[in-house]
């Protein structure tokens, strides 16, 4: 969904990127910095109850994603293993922003509801991303589909702004609802995505790996 504005972002990041390369910075170690400063500011804020911080920390350290890639293309570092190391680490971050979440609802936020809405956005968002990186493993595509990483924690962080300053743990929770019945969506458009491509393989006379 938000694809279409990557293009503004990277332009507006280039710049750092830049700054970055001449420091000598890494564009690993970018990812790796990135990926334990949204693991902490989430394990930090969102527990407490300070949503907006976590919410508004979450996202800033999340435009790491992009910013470890733009200085790879820059530099002429594009690699599989920076690849794969981006894409481990971005599971990780998921899943520690979720899992924070959940801490939030067993504390302050104090709603069973809530916290089994999030372990649903966890499970079905860790979903979503396996489902594309095994599909390209086959041989095929799955990059389709309502919810991206990046889709799934702006929802996140609206929802968390909206629910501190509403004083109700509850829009949070109902958030989580809709972002997780979305990413579901996303997993069984990849699941058919997927499937369609099989089948023309093998329609074709070739042989599905």
């Known amino acids: 969904m938000l694809e279409h504005i990557r293009g503004l972002v990277t332009a507006i990041i280039s710049p750092i990127a830049r700054l970055l390369l001449r420091l000598g910075v890494s564009p690993d170690a970018i990812t790796i910095v990135g990926t334990v400063a949204t693991c902490t500011a989430a ?6 109850g300070e949503l907006i911080a976590a919410a508004l920390s979450v996202t800033v350290f999340a435009l790491f994603d992009l910013l470890d890639g733009t200085m790879a293309r820059m530099s002429n570092r594009v690699s599989k293993f920076g690849a794969f190391l981006d894409s481990t ?10 899992g924070a979440v959940i801490l939030y609802f067993g504390g302050p936020g104090d709603s069973m509801v809530g916290a089994g809405l999030a372990l649903l ?12 990186a ?9 990059r389709v589909g309502l919810m991206e990483r990046a889709d ?10 909206a629910a501190e300053v509403s004083d ?19 997993v069984v ?12 393989v093998e329609h074709s006379g ?3 790996k």
Request: charged content about 15%; glycine content about 8%; overall charge positive.
């Open 43 to 48: 394990l930090w804020f969102a527990p407490r």
């Open 89 to 98: 680490l971005d599971r990780i971050a998921d899943a520690v922003v979720f």
């Open 121 to 132: 956005c966890l499970v079905t968002g860790v979903t979503t991303s396996y489902a594309r």
């Open 134 to 142: 095994r599909a390209e493993s086959l041989g095929f595509t799955a």
């Open 152 to 161: 799934r924690l702006v929802v996140l962080g609206i929802a968390a702004i």
């Open 168 to 186: 109700n743990p509850m829009v949070l929770a109902w958030g989580l609802g809709v972002l997780g019945v979305l990413s579901a969506m996303t």
């Open 189 to 200: 458009q990849r699941i058919l995505a997927v499937r369609s491509q099989a089948h023309a």
């Open 206 to 208: 070739g042989v599905e």
